[in-house]
């Protein structure tokens, strides 16, 4: 077994989006596939949470998936560059991660699940991206930069770290720190406890369904996209925006309101470039919060753990 590769660099790495735009676009792909898998085998939990996977010590995986008696899971290890896949009967199957078409890719997941005795079948074309090309037919995407990945594992470990946090001051209904691999986010959703209107759907290839039960109830959420601005961007929003919303000061000052997302956005460069990356970010998590619960009239007494 190789050793795992080290890259030196600061604790919140620098990984500019232009320059890894292909191998994001790939392993998008990829994320895509190990999800549908995770989706069509877990039990359905509210607001499609049983779909997500989380930032772990080596990459991104799925959590125990159950099979038949038996459970399994599937993780990215972005210091070996493999998936592999365990299984609780104590088999492991292993796909390399290394340039290789979203076709290949696919193929050889789903030759490596029956490898052991796992047999699923997925809806094998991508979400919330346009064009959708089935998974068997991508021979398009297939670029894969191993110092790239790793980047933006290091990436994502940061951004979980102070998500952990402030999910932790919420005593309401609240989602685990997650990675939605439709539009490829790490994100937290707190939740009011009232209904909210029905979501007008529109989302690229995406049932509007999807989207009605996401947005079922009042929430502001937050995460870490890494394709927005120079190096990606953390971002919240409030469903439904209450009056006044996008005009809410919050901090620090490099965020701002965009229109045109209907959210609030701050540049990851900002929070890597700060004098203190975690609380700068943390001033920012808890600031476009308070701006939906004080506007949408939250019950912040009961909701909120004193910080």
Known sequence: MSEPREIPGEEWPSLRAADWAATRDTLHMWL??????????????????????YVTARG???SSIPYRGSVFDVEFDFCEHNLNIRSSEGGMSVVPLAAQSV???????????????????IHATPNEVDPAIPFAQDDMHSTYDADAAHLFWRQLICADRVMQEFRADFLGKVSPVHFFWGAMDLACT?????????HPGGIPNCP????????????????????G????????YAYPPPDG???HPVRPDSAYYSAELGEFVLPYEAVRAAADPDAELLGFLRSTYAAAADLGHWDRVHLERPQ
Not at 103 to 121: H, K, M, Q, V
Not at 229 to 236: K, L, N, P, R
């Open 32 to 53: 895509q596939i190990v999800g549908k898998i995770r989706l069509v085998l877990s039990p359905a939990i509210n607001h499609w949470w049983h779909t997500t996977l």
């Open 60 to 62: 991104l995986g799925t």
């Open 103 to 121: 076709a290949d890719f696919y193929s050889r997941t789903l030759g490596a699940l029956n490898e052991l005795g796992i047999e699923t079948r």
């Open 190 to 198: 707190r939740f009011s406890g009232r209904d909210a209107p029905p």
């Open 208 to 227: 509007d369904r999807v989207m009605t039960e996401a947005y079922s109830h009042e929430l502001s959420s937050c995460g870490f996209w890494p394709g």
């Open 229 to 236: 601005g120079e190096e990606g961007a953390f971002y919240s």
């Open 245 to 247: 919303y996008a005009d």
